[in-house]
């Protein structure tokens, strides 16, 4: 039936070119080069990529979990899921490292260890990739927190 070129009263059926296009395979393409990474220039800290070597990209779970817990929870959010920084923005505790991610977070030194800081845990806080990335190695506090709800 499906074959069949006329419909039951004799008359040619109507092509469904919607249909076809849609289940014929697409011609193959050549490989072309990948795109250019586009710059946001409304918020270039959003071009910020990770400078190797990150301290704490091997740390052991305890210290991620004795860190992670200096954040703020966010009300209504599994704390140990998700978390504001001491900047406000919001972290996410599986993207520990990843500067891919707009929640990625990073174990930074309050007290920078180029200035005579400590690995010790009160020296220690998580912060958004981003605003660790802006802070560096600055003493200076950062702003007070905006709590975004």
Same mark, same amino acid.
Not at 9 to 21: K, Q, S, V
Not at 46 to 60: G, Q, S, T
């Given at each position: ?16 070119? @919607?249909?076809? $296009?849609?289940? #014929? /395979?697409?011609? =193959?393409?050549?490989?072309?080069? %990948?795109?250019?990474? &586009? ?23 305890? @210290?991620?979990? $004795?860190?992670? #817990? /200096?954040?703020? =929870?966010?009300?209504?959010?599994? %704390?140990?899921?998700? &978390?504001y920084d001491s900047e ?26 180029? /200035? ?34």
């Amino acid at each position: 039936m499906g074959d069949n070129p006329f419909d039951r009263f004799g008359r040619p059926r109507r092509r469904n070119y @919607l249909l076809e $296009a849609a289940l #014929r /395979k697409p011609d =193959p393409q050549p490989p072309t080069a %990948p795109p250019r990474p &586009r710059l946001n220039l409304r918020n270039p800290l959003l071009n910020i990529k990770l400078e190797p070597p990150y301290y704490f990209r091997d740390a052991k779970d305890e @210290l991620k979990i $004795a860190v992670w #817990r /200096k954040g703020k =929870p966010i009300l209504g959010y599994d %704390p140990n899921v998700m &978390r504001y920084d001491s900047e406000g923005s919001i972290m996410l505790f599986s993207q520990h490292g990843n500067c891919e991610s707009d929640f990625g977070w990073q174990i930074d030194h309050i007290h920078p260890k180029a /200035k005579g800081g400590s690995d010790e845990l009160f020296n220690l806080q998580p912060l958004n990739w981003r605003n660790n990335q802006r802070k560096k190695d600055k003493v200076t506090l950062l702003p007070p927190p905006v709590y975004r709800r």
